[in-house]
């Protein structure tokens, strides 16, 4: 083991990085960038549940009955899918990661790449007893959660096998982001047009999506396969686009429940499906297989520009080989 400390009283707060009480008495950090964004974290789930740009606007969606609550994942934001995405294996969905209760990793080993930011929380989750019943390998996952200095969301997991007696083992991981829009009707997605997808309404089938970027009529539930590592989201109402970055993550699930599965969601309110759009940056169809000692890093960036262009008239190369 790598002889952490561990955390016996409250972490002190900075300006850019403030350790509090959210709903339900949770513990929740808030970060701060000095040009005015902020994030904000629960250590239950280590779940991002807001993200907002320099100008106070909120970018993730979060539902009005999301329940603050465990072992309830909490409905909205940025719930972490590990060791399972849905319910492809014999853990309850999307494993137990997001319904766990993280702690502050005082000391993480060093990061390679840098950033600037002083806006950064490290959060670590590590094998329990409980788990193991389920799950019978130990782990160390440390996830850092870090705002750059022009408001863009950067998550950062590392993921390594802790096992003593040689055994391998594999996960498959999702960042289930939730984007805010203003109205799913008016909503593109750039960047997985022509790709395969496996369709999870039609028992998981492959298919190859035909023509122009996805717009969104009716509920989906696809997991597109080999993505490039850039993806837009592109709200015409709310003149915005995001930027969804990702490395070591081919997969991207793209999902809305539309108006029945809404109803039928008790977190989640009966119109809400028309102001929210997950777009998920994955490792699902191949496994991650880590080794004793190996580690894996998957990396999110998420960033949101304001977009002035018109419906039709977006030229999606502009928006996705743009730096
Ligand atoms: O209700 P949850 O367990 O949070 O899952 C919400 C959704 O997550 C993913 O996007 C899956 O592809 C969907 O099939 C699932 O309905």
Redesign the pocket.
Known sequence: MSGEKEKTSAPSSSPYVEFCKGVNGLDKVILRESRGSSAEVYLYGAHVTSWKNDHGEELLFLSSKAVFKPPK?I?GGI?ICFPQF?GLGTLD??GFARNRLWSIDDDPPPFPTNTLSKAFVDLILKTSEEDSKNWPHNFEYRLRIALGPGGDLMLTSRIRNTNSEGKPFSFTFAY?TYFSVSDISEVRVEGLETLDYLD?LQNKERFTEQGDALTFESEV?K?YLSTPTKIAIIDHEKKRTFVVRKDGLPDA?V?N?WDK?AKA?ADFGDDEYKHML?V?AAAIEKPITLKPGEEWKGRLELSAVPSSYCSGQLDPQRVLLGS
């Open positions: 994942a409905r719930p849905g969905q999307h289930h999870n539930d997991i699930v999902w429940p599965k969601m997950c998920e």
